[in-house]
Nanobody, 114 residues
């Protein structure tokens, strides 16, 4: 059974940091993505981690503030978010992929107040 579960969201103030975790189990996922979606907006790609070689990529809008990484101890792929802004408020989703399928978590809400 495949499970994809995000955790770590919450309500913070501008300038704070949060660390999200994605626990994906049930397949040998090749890539783990983080996305977000704010009300009335399209889902936005944030970052990706590639299992085969550990490489990562971040969208330009979050470079320098957000970092995706693998936590081997927790068996999760995390998204460290620093210097949060009100415009970062959104539902954050993890997407775990294999070649033939894609699995989404339920999301975790982040609200950043000014």
């Amino acid at each position: 059974q495949v499970t994809v579960v995000e955790s770590g969201g919450g309500m913070v103030q501008a300038g704070d940091s949060l660390r999200l975790s994605c626990a994906a189990h049930g397949r040998a996922f090749t890539t783990i993505y983080w996305y977000r979606q704010a009300p009335g907006k399209e889902r936005e790609f944030l970052a990706v981690w590639v299992r085969s070689n550990g490489t990562t990529r971040h969208t330009d809008s979050v470079k320098g503030r957000f970092t995706i990484s693998r936590d081997n101890a927790k068996n999760t792929v995390d998204l460290q978010m620093n210097s949060l802004k009100p415009e970062d408020s959104a539902m954050y989703y993890c997407n775990a992929r294999i070649i033939e399928a894609s699995y989404w978590g339920q999301g975790t809400q982040i609200t950043v107040s000014s």
